[in-house]
Structure formats: C-alpha cells, structure tokens
C-alpha cells in the first residue's frame, strides 16, 4: 500500500506562482512513475504532468513551459512548480503513483494505482 499526500495549494493572483509537494510513502519510491492530475468542478480529470522513475518528465500541451516536475527519491517526494498561473489552473490537483510503470500510460489516470486526497489551487483573476 502507498499513501499520497499532496500540501502546497492554497489561492494565488493569476500570473503567480504556486510550488506544490507530493509526499508518498513505500521503499521502493525511485522505482515508481509519479504523476499530478487536476480537476475542475464540472470537467473530467486530466493529466497534468508526469515524471518517470528515471527521471524523465512529460507535459500536457496546455502547461508546457509554465509547470515543472521534479522528485526527490531521498525524501520520496515529487515536486510541481507552476509558475504564469492562469485562471483555467483552476483545481484540485492530485498525485498519483505508478508503482508499476508504465510509460505508455503515463497520461492515463486508470493506470495510476495510488492517488492522494488532493490539493485546491485556486487562481484569482
């Protein structure tokens, strides 16, 4: 069993920052793929970005270039930075563990099987 917990949200002006923490528990945390999801009242959940156990990352289009995923396997903890925030950032954000990766699935939340309570990030215009 893994358990997710995301800390950072909170409400920020549009064109701010916000840094936004995943801490997950489980020994072999290097090894899973890390992803961060976001839903907004009324829409489905959708991919945000993901980070592979080697470290590599992907992005959705609609962040690319504002959001940055990073981890750090000492403290079992992934890392979202967004920055440039805009109004239709608007949600509550979760991580989600892959403890089994796979990286063809990485944008796919049925392939993720851990995920946290979530974080409310709310962008004032």
């Known amino acids: 069993q893994v358990q997710l917990v995301e800390s950072g949200g909170g409400l920020v002006q549009a064109g701010g920052s916000l840094s936004l923490s995943c801490a997950a528990s489980?020994?072999?945390?290097?090894?899973?793929?890390m992803g961060w999801f976001r839903q907004a009242p009324g829409k489905e959940r959708e991919f945000v970005a993901a980070?592979?156990?080697?470290?590599?990352?992907y992005d959705a289009d609609s962040v690319k270039g504002r959001f940055t995923l990073s981890r750090e396997n000492a403290k079992n903890t992934v890392y979202l930075q967004i920055n440039s925030m805009k109004h239709e950032d608007t949600a509550v954000y979760y991580c989600?563990?892959?403890?089994?990766?796979?990286?063809?699935?990485?944008?796919?939340?049925?392939?993720?099987?851990?995920w946290g309570q979530g974080t409310q990030v709310t962008v004032s215009s």
């Open positions: 980070i592979r156990w080697s470290g590599g990352t």
């Open positions: 489980g020994r072999t945390f290097s090894t899973y793929n």
């Open positions: 989600a563990a892959q403890p089994e990766p796979l990286t063809a699935l990485l944008q796919t939340p049925r392939a993720y099987d851990y």
